[in-house]
């Protein structure tokens, strides 16, 4: 398998899960916040990601999320599920469990924590390649990982029969280029920013989309890809726009948020516009009165209706 085994592209952006004030797992407002994105024609969507507070799930949780998933939108967009865990047996039980969801892949990050070597790396996406069941994105995930992934380990990598794209996520413009241009042939390639070099990228190159988290501006962000490819630059300069200015503002160059978690951050601008993004679950914490009101005014300063 390789790129042109998948149609992956767009905006796929990895989504929060909604947990109630009790730090539960609320699946009512999951189903009423899939189908708000549904319906912002997104063109896919990554569950139990980073912005999904993964770690903090118990596995019942998140097979339970995986099937809603599934059940309320399996053909209707791409559906990529986070299997994301220490080791390769973990990653495969979830992705069975998306496979019979009728899930389209899978999105794993080498191990949180354990900082493999490359050869340790390789064997852990071999392993998940052997067995899995759907096509894998690998996830370079520096911030989360402390590894980011060299352009040799990922041409290795891109030799495994399912690996079929990357999300790099690195805070390396000069390494995520260099990555793209070497793998674009192979690897369908997710990190494109709505900024002019995304822009310039996507247009002219083929850069494949974003794995932006969170979906907060709604339709504003797939349809900078749909102007990009039906050729109105107007169009997609001022919706790249938008999404920049909540980048500069409440994220960090290495994706992390600027002040408070990016989950929480997320989570608030969701809640601010009456769209079911809950609360946080510890270890993170909500943001207070102050950082509301930082997203509050970012949010009103880009037209969005709040509540």
Request: net charge negative; charged share 25%; hydrophobic share 40%.
């Amino acid at each position: 398998m390789d790129r042109h085994d998948v149609d992956w592209k767009g905006y796929i952006p990895a989504i929060t899960t909604p947990f109630d004030a009790s730090g539960a797992y609320d699946q009512e407002a999951q189903a009423a916040l899939l189908e708000w994105l549904h319906g912002e024609r997104l063109h896919g969507l990554v569950v139990a990601g980073t912005t999904g507070e993964w770690f903090s799930m118990t596995r019942a949780e998140r097979e339970a999320q995986i099937r809603l998933t599934g059940a309320q939108l399996k053909g209707k967009m791409t559906l990529l599920c986070g299997c994301n865990a220490y080791t390769a047996q973990d990653s495969l039980s979830y992705a069975e469990v998306a496979a019979e969801a009728g899930f389209d892949g899978i999105l794993v990050c080498p191990p949180p924590y354990v900082v493999p070597t490359e050869d340790e790396t390789f064997a852990f996406y071999k392993e998940i390649s052997d067995n899995s069941p759907l096509p894998i994105c690998i996830y370079n995930w520096t911030r989360g990982t402390n590894v980011d992934l060299s352009l040799p380990l990922i041409e290795r990598l891109a030799d495994l029969e399912k690996v079929v794209a990357l999300k790099n996520s690195t805070p390396s413009l000069r390494n995520f280029l260099k990555t793209f241009f070497a793998m674009r042939d192979r690897l369908r390639i997710f990190g494109f920013g709505m900024d002019p070099i995304g822009t310039s990228m996507v247009k002219n190159e083929g850069g494949d989309g974003l794995m932006g988290a969170g979906a907060v501006l709604g339709s504003d962000q797939p349809d900078f890809f749909n102007a990009i490819w039906a050729g109105d630059m107007e169009k997609a300069r001022e919706l790249g726009d938008k999404d920049m200015i909540l980048m500069r503002e409440w994220f960090a160059a290495d994706y992390g948020g600027k002040f408070g978690a990016a989950q929480a951050i997320f989570k608030t601008a969701l809640n601010l516009q009456g769209l079911p993004g809950g609360h946080v679950r510890a270890p993170l914490l909500p943001l207070n009165e102050e950082q509301t009101d930082i997203v509050r005014d970012t949010l009103t300063r880009l037209g969005r209706k709040l509540v």
